[in-house]
């Protein structure tokens, strides 16, 4: 069995292969899963936070480009329906990649648009557990809550 063959099986679970013997079923014990774009969807840039249709987005690769803030993201990150304590673990694991640098137009304005969403309480005190910061320490308190 040639490498694209058993490469292309891994894209099918059900797949039966072919062997001497006759046909076996694929010895794999997972699919890889290929995520499904409804292009009519609208879907919220976690950088610029605002709502666009996906069709919008720019396609490069595997990743998607924002039409607003031109930051890539993979289309499991957009398509994803997340809470706000989901987004704050995605920007708390997301912050070494640099995610506060990508934000768009500023920080001071994403933490506003945040507020606007109605998201702003729940993230912060969500982030800042993750962060192991107590909510007096918190320098967004008093601009942004």
Known sequence: MSYEISQKMRYDKAQTVLTYNGCQS????????????DFTKNVLCPFCLTYNLLMRFE????????????????????????????????????????????????????FIKLKELGFSYEFWENY????GESKANNKFNEDYE
């Open 26 to 37: 694929n010895s794999n014990s997972f699919a890889v899963v290929i995520e499904k774009a």
């Open 59 to 110: 396609k490069r690769g595997q990743c998607y480009k924002c039409p607003i803030c031109k930051n890539d993201m993979m289309l499991r990150t957009l398509i994803k329906e997340i809470t706000i304590p989901e987004f704050a673990r995605w920007v708390f694991d997301y912050r070494l990649s640099g995610f506060w640098t990508k934000v768009y137009p500023s920080a001071k304005l994403w």
């Open 128 to 131: 800042n557990r993750l962060k």
